[in-house]
């Protein structure tokens, strides 16, 4: 009965304090609102579980409302933050902050999340794969963590996992590397039986390496050389060396500009 009390007066203390709570902060990024997950442990009295999905659920709330209202919503991440704290095993707040948070978005309060989610997740490669797109494509471009973080899965076991994303890794290395050796690399798998059945991304991935467009006069003669590698029909070393020369403009005077 005394743990009945507790659990019913901890339950009223949530519901008062969410009644009361003042309305959400107009700015497009403010999580002011939320109290720190501390302090929520203290007023829940051993039930974080329950709490940490009430605070979910108004999160969910507010995310929907900012869809009908036409408003963005960009503070999901600071909620999911605390649901997890609360509850690392929470699984829901993981996914949906890795699906619904822009891969180019400047506020990086999801990335916590994330590194939660993969310690408490290892193996599960769909939250990896949020958060190694994540991190090549947000304000930090870091590409070469983004590798370390798909990696392991180009070794697993499970069936599962589809080819492509098995061997993503490789694209994530490329983007961190200098041209000269992720030109190299590519044309090493061109010529790799292993990943003959990829044979359709190489093209893309050397255009981004060169900086190309497809828009680019250079795009078919590039496609060309790929497709000749690929096919035996050309001298890797005088590939490599015409790829080189078809970097874009645009990456030979930053490299000039770096160099002064």
Known sequence: MRYLVCILFSVAVIAFAFHYTK?????????????????????????????????????????????????EFTYLAHVGNLSTELDSLFYTPYSVVGCVTSTNASDTADFTVMRRALRVYPDDWRLAIYFALRLANGPTHNNAEAAEVMKPFSTSSDTTIPLHIKTIYRTFELGSMQTELAIQTILEDCLNPQYRSLGGSFYPKTMRVLHRTYADPESEEIRIIIEKVMNRKMNPNYAYKRLLELKSDKEIGDIIKLSR
């Open 23 to 71: 309305p959400l902060p107009n700015l497009n990024t403010k999580e002011e609102f939320l109290p720190k997950a501390n302090y929520v442990r203290y007023i829940a009295a051993g039930n974080e579980v329950t709490v940490s999905g009430l605070f979910w659920i108004r999160g969910l709330i507010d995310l929907g409302e900012s869809y009908l209202s036409g408003n």
